[in-house]
C-alpha cells in the first residue's frame, strides 16, 4: 500500500494538475511542444481521461462512432521491412501472397459493409509504392470510384504515392488517404530501414495537397518508450494541419516477424495515447485499429471515455483479426451510442458532393 507521504504527493499532484488544466480549451490551432505533449501524457491517469473526455465533448458528439471496414485488395510480397509486419517477403509467415483483386469482390464486400453499418471503406495494398503498376493503380482507381459511387466514405493505403498519383486519386474520389508514421522519429529506423521518416511525410504532404483528408497514426507496442509515444502524437499534431483521422493501433505479434515476441501493450498505455492525442488534436478522429479484439469490453469504453471515436468492424483487418459487425453493433446498443452518417463529421462535409467522374457515370443513357 502507498505510505501517507506518497499518497499525499501523488494527491496534490493530481489535485495542481486539475486546477491547471481543467478549464483550458484545446483548439486546433494549438501549437504544442513536445514538452507540454509530455507534461499531458505523464498526468495523472483518471485526471488525464476526464480532461480528455470534456475536450472530447467540446468538438464532438460523444454519442457517435464512425464505424470503418477494411478490405486486403493485394496481400503479401512487400519489399518493405517493416519488422511488424507479415506482408513482408523478407519474413516467413502464414500470410500467403496474392495479386491484386478484381473490381467484383470489392464492391460485393462494400455493399456488405454499408449494409452492415460501416459508413468508410477502407482498401489496403502491400506495395512499398505504386511505380511500374500503372494497370493496378487505374483498376485502384476504378474501385474507389465504384465505392464512392455508393455514397460511402472512401479510403486507400497503397504506400508511397507522387503528387500526380494523389491527384488521380482525388479525382476518382478519394476522401481519405491511410499513410502512417508508426513511432517517434528517433525510434523509427529501430523497426523500419527500407522507408525513411521523411519519405513518409513527403507522401502525407502530396496527399494533403491534392485535396484528400490524411489518415496517419502509430502503433503500440514495438518496444517504444513512453518518449516515442510523445514523439509520435507529437510529430503528427504539428503538421500543417491535423490530420483527419489518427490511428491508435495495438501490436498483434505475428509468427515470423522480428516482433513476433513482443510482450502486448498494457492497457493503460493505449488509454494514455488516446487520450493525450484527443487534447492536442480535438477536432481529430481517434480510432481503435488493429488489437481491438483483445480488449474487454470494460476496456474498450475506457478508451471512448478517453476521446477515441472511430473503430475499424467486419470480418478481418488487413492480416490480423477484427471484431465482427454484430457483435460490435451489440456493444454500442448496450451502451447508447450509434454509428456516424457518411461524411456527418464537419471536416468531411465538403466531400459530400460525389465527384464529376463518378456523377457523369450514373447518368442514365
Known amino acids: 500500500m502507498l505510505g501517507s507521504a506518497l499518497r499525499s504527493r501523488v494527491c496534490n499532484r493530481a489535485v495542481a494538475f486539475s486546477r491547471t488544466h481543467a478549464t483550458v480549451s484545446s483548439s486546433p490551432s494549438t501549437r504544442w ?44 510480397g512487400c519489399s518493405e521491412d517493416c519488422s511488424y509486419c507479415s506482408q513482408s517477403s523478407r519474413y516467413s509467415t502464414p500470410t ?20 452492415n453499418g460501416s459508413t468508410r471503406f477502407c482498401m489496403g495494398a502491400a506495395w512499398r509504392d505504386l511505380a511500374g503498376r500503372k494497370r493496378g493503380f487505374e483498376r485502384i482507381l476504378e474501385m474507389v470510384r465504384e465505392v464512392r459511387g455508393m455514397g460511402m466514405e472512401v479510403c486507400t493505403t497503397l504506400g508511397m504515392l507522387s503528387p500526380e498519383q494523389a491527384k488521380q486519386l482525388k479525382e476518382a474520389g478519394l476522401t481519405a488517404y491511410n499513410h502512417n508514421l508508426d513511432t517517434s522519429r528517433e525510434f523509427y529506423p529501430s523497426v523500419i530501414s527500407t522507408r525513411s521518416f521523411d519519405e513518409r511525410l513527403e507522401t502525407i504532404a502530396a496527399v494533403r495537397d491534392a485535396g484528400i483528408s490524411v489518415c496517419s497514426g502509430g502503433i503500440l507496442g514495438l518496444g517504444e518508450s513512453d518518449r516515442d509515444r510523445v514523439g509520435l502524437i507529437w510529430e503528427v499534431a504539428n503538421m500543417s494541419e491535423h490530420p483527419e483521422s489518427f490511428p491508435v493501433n495495438a501490436l498483434v505479434p505475428i509468427p515470423g516477424t522480428p516482433l513476433e515476441n513482443n510482450e502486448p501493450i498494457p492497457h493503460q498505455t493505449i488509454v494514455r495515447t488516446i487520450a493525450t492525442a484527443r487534447i492536442v488534436m480535438p477536432t481529430t478522429i481517434i480510432r481503435l485499429a488493429a488489437g481491438r479484439q483483445k480488449l474487454s469490453e470494460s476496456e474498450q469504453a475506457m478508451c471512448f471515455m478517453a476521446g477515441a471515436n472511430a ?18 453493433k451489440a456493444m454500442m446498443d448496450r451502451w447508447g451510442l450509434e454509428g456516424m452518417r457518411s461524411f456527418e463529421q464537419e471536416r468531411l462535409s465538403a466531400f459530400s458532393p460525389q465527384p464529376e467522374s463518378v456523377r457523369k457515370d450514373q447518368q442514365p443513357m
Not at 500467403?96 to 449494409?115: D, T
Request: charged residues 25%.
Open 96 to 115: 500467403v501472397a496474392s495479386r491484386l483483386v478484381s473490381l467484383e469482390p470489392v464492391i460485393e464486400a462494400a455493399r456488405q459493409a454499408k449494409a
Open 311 to 328: 473503430v475499424f468492424t467486419g470480418e478481418a483487418m488487413l492480416t490480423t483479426p477484427c471484431s465482427p459487425w454484430d457483435e460490435d
Open 33 to 76: 511542444s513536445r514538452g507540454d505533449v509530455q507534461d499531458i501524457y505523464d498526468s495523472p491517469l483518471l485526471e488525464l481521461v476526464f480532461r480528455a473526455a470534456n475536450v472530447h465533448r467540446q468538438h464532438h458528439d460523444p454519442s457517435k462512432i464512425q464505424l470503418c471496414t477494411l478490405m486486403n485488395i493485394k496481400t503479401g
